[in-house]
């Protein structure tokens, strides 16, 4: 049956090993029998980068070598329909094996599977102690079972999942998931999802020096979130229409419930701490159809000590130190940034506001009712108190916090006071230095005793990344002075403070204004209009920077430039999955324009009302309830979260 090549190599390596080694990509097969062994060479010769050794029956699903960096290989389960072959599992995500040697086999004395590196030593193996398992096979639900003569299974690969769980895999009591360390990297990473000693499922950020719960929200009670810790059986699973349920009471629908056009769906909890579930269409891309984390910012960790998040452009994370302090790994934001200027116990200090930043947590003797000098005396007297929180007027609440983390800006009026030394020269932390993006590329870190990882290209270009990122830093820095300076010099009334402010945080958050020309330019003199909303005409652009935005005329404003641009600056502060993002605006003469997210097919009434002659556009119902529950949270967040 075979081809006449692959009977020559067969013939040959037949010499050398055992006959099974010799099967080639073309041979798809689901179940490996007893003493079946593979070795790396042999699958990852003839594509590229990796090989597969078995493929579910319906070919949904590949087993096999990976390379992960340089000679790094790991023993993964993958989507075969999606472009980019998503791994679903991986046996050894921390201990990537040699590209040359490595053997993986179903032992023929009946312990289960191993996977050895290239000098023999066991990397990972399905440990069952039993002796009678006789085959592995991997089912068209992407499981991989080792089971004896009978088909009693011993062992499975749903037990013992990695980031990610299928339809029908369930989380329970014993599995949890651990993301990624990075995009694109096996090894584990810090965030977990499990079901806590309250039988209530979490989201974790269990670091190296601190871990803390992020979701469900971790200041409301589990009865104000909506879950219940009373029934301990520990159970919740995604099913394939797109439902997840879970004994705490945890229901979410993905927004394409029941879509027959979906091939295939996962959970996975990414390696930026966010849960997502994704949807693979027909083209073999994923869609994200919910995720647990719609402001990045609030999951814990992403900037480390000391670290601002803000949003950046498309709403993604970046982080930023403060004046007075420096980034502590330029390579890994997530280790956050460091004080320049230590506070020693018992020396003078001061305590410089930090307006609109919020750090989360390690709050120590909370207390109402007191004054900004009985809270600042308390922090005064603990060497362990970093800075305090005060929110003034009403009940004067006071926060004094033992650490900095998981910082943000904040809408929540109150004001940080950071603890600096009074012999330094005087710095203003209110000041951002923005700087790298939060969930870029980590170092790989993971080696086995002799498989080392030798990824040097790969650091070569995020040095580079670093390097624009640094540039870019330089730049918003030398953008803010001149800002401030501005306004300082020209503005001296009360009002100026607010501007000021505002003038700060719309370099903060890439939100800009731009000129009547760069926009008349972008939209090829207003030629393209796409449509026409109640406000005025709209156009399609593509500005400077290369992405497509929506420009639209606002033809009813007239308001003076100032107020209209303090209008807009507090719209620019306001982030949420389910809201166009508005970018900038340009404000000259009489013109009065709004610059946002480009959004793809054209506006909703279009395929609301239509009369059923385009039928590419109609929405079924289970679409427009997603898309009604869709706009409900992006006002629920406008009226009650978003407290600009
Ligand atoms: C395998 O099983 C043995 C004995 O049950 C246990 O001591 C060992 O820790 C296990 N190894 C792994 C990798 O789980
Ligand atoms: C507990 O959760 C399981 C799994 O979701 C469910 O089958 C069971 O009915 C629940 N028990 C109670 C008492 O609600
Ligand atoms: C999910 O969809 C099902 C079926 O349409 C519905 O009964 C359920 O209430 C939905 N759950 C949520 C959380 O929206
Ligand atoms: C909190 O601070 C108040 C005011 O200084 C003090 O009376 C109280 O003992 C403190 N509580 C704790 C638990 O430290
Ligand atoms: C990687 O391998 C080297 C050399 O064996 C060893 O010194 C180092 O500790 C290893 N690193 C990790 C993270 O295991």
Request: net charge negative.
């Amino acid at each position: 049956m075979r081809a006449p090549g692959v009977l020559l190599a067969t013939a040959f390596l037949v010499l050398a090993t055992l006959p099974w080694t010799a099967l080639s990509d073309g041979d798809h097969r689901s179940i490996m029998w007893r003493g079946d062994s593979f070795a790396v060479e042999d699958t990852a010769a003839s594509s590229s980068s990796s090989g597969h050794v078995l493929v579910s029956p319906s070919g949904n699903f590949a087993c096999g070598f990976r390379e992960v960096a340089t000679n790094a290989y790991t023993l993964a389960i993958w989507i075969t329909a999606s472009a980019d072959a998503t791994v679903a599992w991986t046996a050894n995500r921390d201990a990537p094996v040699n590209g040359r040697g490595s053997r993986f086999e179903l032992r023929n004395d009946g312990s289960g599977l191993q996977l050895q590196d290239f000098d023999r030593s066991v990397v990972w193996s399905t440990n069952s102690s039993a002796t009678r398992a006789d085959r592995a096979e991997l089912l068209d639900n992407g499981n991989l079972v080792v089971s004896d003569a009978s088909g009693h299974a011993l062992w499975q690969s749903f037990d013992w999942p990695t980031d990610t769980l299928l339809p029908g895999q369930p989380i329970t009591r014993y599995r949890r998931l651990v993301s990624a360390s990075a995009r694109g990297l096996p090894s584990s990473g810090f965030y977990i999802f499990y079901f806590d000693s309250n039988n209530i499922l979490n989201l974790m950020y269990d670091g190296p020096e601190i871990s803390s719960n992020y979701w469900p929200d971790p200041f409301n009670k589990w009865w104000v979130n909506l879950r219940t810790a009373y029934n301990s059986s520990r159970y919740g699973s995604l099913d394939s229409a797109g439902r997840f349920t879970a004994s705490d009471n945890l229901q979410f629908n993905a927004s394409d419930l029941g879509d027959p056009a979906v091939v295939m769906r996962r959970l996975t909890l990414d390696y930026d701490g966010n849960l997502r579930v994704y949807s693979l269409g027909g083209a073999g891309t994923w869609d994200v159809t919910w995720e647990a984390m719609s402001r990045p910012c609030d999951i814990h960790g992403i900037c480390g000590r000391y670290g601002v998040c803000t949003y950046g452009l498309g709403g993604a994370p970046v982080c930023s130190c403060a004046e007075g302090f420096v980034v502590a790994d330029a390579s890994d934001w997530s280790k956050g940034c460091r004080r320049e200027f230590d506070v020693r116990c018992g020396e003078e200090v001061d305590f410089s506001p930090m307006p609109v930043a919020d750090f989360w947590g390690f709050d120590y003797n909370y207390t109402e009712g007191l004054t900004y000098e009985t809270c600042r005396q308390i922090c005064l007297d603990d060497c362990n108190c970093e800075a305090f929180g005060y929110k003034r007027g009403g009940v004067g609440m006071c926060y004094p916090k033992i650490a900095l983390w998981s910082g943000r800006i904040s809408d929540f009026r109150q004001v940080i006071y950071l603890k600096v030394p009074r012999r330094v020269h005087k710095f203003d932390p209110s000041v951002l230095r923005l700087g790298g993006h939060a969930c870029a590329v980590r170092e790989v870190s993971a080696n086995t005793s002799a498989s080392y990882l030798r990824g040097a290209m790969m650091r070569g270009r995020i040095n580079f990344v670093y390097f624009y990122f640094f540039l870019a830093g330089l730049f918003v820095m030398e953008a803010i002075f001149i800002a401030v300076g501005y306004l300082f010099v020209f503005r001296a009334d009360p009002a100026a403070r607010r501007i000021r402010d505002e003038g700060y945080s719309l370099v903060l958050s890439h939100f800009r204004r731009f000129t009547h020309d760069e926009l008349s330019s972008a939209t090829c003199e207003f030629s393209d209009e796409v449509a026409r909303s109640a406000s005025g005409a709209v156009y399609k652009g593509v500005p400077g920077d290369g992405r497509s935005v929506t420009v639209t005329k606002l033809e009813e404003v007239t308001q003076a430039d100032e107020v209209f641009r303090s209008d807009l600056s507090v719209i620019g502060r306001i982030n949420h999955m389910n809201l166009v993002r508005i970018w900038g605006f340009c404000s000259e003469n009489s013109h009065r324009l709004l610059v946002s997210e480009h959004v793809e097919n054209g506006s909703f009434d279009k395929a609301l009302f239509l009369d059923g002659e385009d039928s590419a556009v109609a929405l079924g119902w289970q679409s427009r309830f997603g898309i009604a529950v869709g706009v409900a949270k992006g006002l629920a967040y406008l009226h009650h979260e978003c407290l600009e």
